[in-house]
C-alpha cells in the first residue's frame, strides 16, 4: 500500500486559483490510474478529476470541467490539481487516490474559497 500525502491546500477569493499536490511513495505510481475527490462540510465524498496511468485521458466533473486541472509527473510519483476561477461551492476538504487499492487514499487538503 502506497503512502499519499496531498499538500497546496488553503484560503483563497472568489476567482482565484490553487494547485495541489499529492506526491506517492513507493514505485507503483505509474502503473495506475489517479483522482481527485472532495468533501464539502455535511456532503458525501464526490469525484472532481482522473487521469489515466498512461496520461493520455482524463475525466472531470461536470461542475469543475473547463476550470480544473489534473496532471501527473510519473518521474516524480506525484499529481496535481491545477483549480482556477474557484468558486465558494469549491470549498472542501480534497483527497487524491490511487486506484491500485480502495484503500490509497490522502489525509487530505482544506480549500476554502470566501466571497
Known amino acids: 500500500q502506497l503512502k499519499l500525502v496531498e499538500s497546496g491546500g488553503g484560503r483563497v477569493q472568489t476567482g482565484g486559483s490553487l494547485r495541489l499536490s499529492c506526491a506517492a511513495s513507493?514505485?507503483?505510481?505509474?502503473?495506475?490510474?489517479v483522482a481527485w475527490f472532495r468533501q464539502a462540510p455535511g456532503k458525501a465524498r464526490e469525484f472532481v478529476a482522473m487521469?489515466?496511468?498512461?496520461?493520455?485521458?482524463?475525466n472531470y466533473a461536470d461542475p469543475v470541467k473547463g476550470r480544473f486541472t489534473i496532471s501527473r509527473n510519473d518521474a516524480k510519483s506525484t499529481m496535481y490539481l491545477q483549480m482556477n476561477s474557484l468558486k465558494p461551492e469549491d470549498t472542501a476538504i480534497y483527497y487524491c487516490?490511487?486506484?491500485?487499492?480502495?484503500?490509497?487514499w490522502g489525509q487530505g487538503t482544506q480549500v476554502t474559497v470566501s466571497s
Open positions: 487516490h490511487l486506484f491500485s487499492s480502495p484503500l490509497n
Open positions: 487521469i489515466n496511468w498512461n496520461a493520455f485521458g482524463t
Open positions: 513507493g514505485k507503483l505510481f505509474s502503473d495506475y490510474s
